[in-house]
């Protein structure tokens, strides 16, 4: 889970951030980027793709990853700008925002995937990468449940939607309820599944 980061660290990279998304996928809510620079000999056994771990593992390693990042930066982009500027382009603004959050400004970016970010720095793109680079990993985990956390934030200014169950994936209960209640500010307006529920 280390050889990217080790293969940046030999080409004289020295401050190596990992940087990942959660939320492309929901009908509802905000896309949630994270950026870690993790130190070159840090243990986080069973740390993973946060998609892999259970809620109580991601809540069990947010502390442990804060408290032993170099640095991170979490950024949080909203569904108004996900209908402006389409999901990919606000993924892609959330992970530079969280990049540029970092309290010192890495020089190698490790990004989860195919796109690079709009910034002046060495990046590479990795596939799958949150399975396979520590530091994307713990990216991942911050981001993934700082989403969650808002997501059940909004839970409660919109019970009806279940958002605390599904944080507004488009689970069967999610369209359901969609349907039934119509959507409420924080869906996605040119999202299928939501668009059409609008009132016109």
């Known amino acids: 889970m280390f050889r990217y980061e080790t293969e940046a660290g030999e080409m004289g990279y020295r401050r190596i951030a990992g940087v990942d998304e959660a939320g492309r996928g929901p009908l509802a809510g905000p896309v949630v980027a994270a950026a870690v620079i993790l130190p070159v000999q840090v243990s986080l056994s069973g740390l993973t793709d946060s998609k892999k771990l259970s809620p109580s593992a991601r809540e069990k390693f947010f502390p442990m990853i804060r408290s032993v990042a170099l640095g991170y930066g979490v950024a949080v982009v909203s569904e108004e700008v996900i209908d402006e500027i389409n999901i990919l382009q606000a993924s892609l603004l959330a992970m530079k925002l969280a990049v540029e959050k970092l309290r010192e400004a ?95």
């Open 106 to 200: 890495p020089d190698c970016l490790l990004l989860d995937g195919i796109h690079s970010i709009k910034l002046p720095v060495y990046q590479k793109t990795i596939i799958e990468g949150d399975s396979r680079s520590l530091s994307i990993a713990a990216a991942s985990v911050l981001a993934k449940v700082t989403r969650d956390r808002l997501m059940a934030d909004y839970h409660v200014a919109f019970p009806q939607y279940g958002f605390d169950q599904h944080k507004g994936y488009g689970t069967q209960l999610h369209r359901d309820r969609i349907r039934q209640f119509g959507p409420c500010p924080i869906h996605r307006k040119t999202f299928k599944g939501v668009r059409e529920f609008l009132a016109v």
